[in-house]
């Protein structure tokens, strides 16, 4: 069973950046598609970004477009979300979710309805 931990949230100012993991210690990754979700307060989860197993495939939710970038180290069993140019609006907490799929599928749809979901890390974005 998956039990997904985040880590990577904290506090910055616009515009700075900052680096989100996500790992499982008693199970392989690299069997399963990765996502990340953001709640923010008040607000529905919001799809982030995804990745498929083989890493070939990415999808970014129009919100973060040119500033988030989702990688996955199957080696280290680890997935990663590099967010640049941070924003007040992408205040929240961040979720890693995980669903064993086919190779090349990432779609957020499908993670957020099957996935398993971590804990979730805060990321707050304050001048």
């Known amino acids: 069973q998956l039990q997904l931990v985040e880590s990577g949230g904290g506090l910055v100012q616009p515009g700075e950046s900052l680096r989100l993991s996500c790992t499982d210690s008693?199970?392989?990754?690299?069997?399963?598609?990765i996502g990340w979700f953001r709640q923010a307060p008040g607000k529905e989860r919001e799809g982030v970004s995804c990745?498929?197993?083989?890493?070939?495939?990415?999808e970014y939710g129009d919100s973060v477009k040119g500033r988030f970038t989702i990688s996955r180290d199957n080696a280290q069993n680890m997935a990663y979300l590099q967010m640049d140019s941070l924003k007040p609006e992408d205040t929240g907490v961040y979720y890693c979710?995980?669903?064993?799929?086919?190779?090349?599928?990432?779609?957020?749809?499908?993670?957020?309805?099957?996935?398993?979901w971590g804990q979730g890390t805060q990321v707050t974005v304050s001048p």
């Open positions: 979710v995980a669903s064993f799929v086919g190779q090349a599928m990432c779609e957020l749809d499908y993670l957020r309805d099957f996935g398993s």
């Open positions: 990745i498929s197993r083989n890493d070939r495939n990415r």
């Open positions: 008693d199970v392989t990754l690299d069997n399963y598609a």
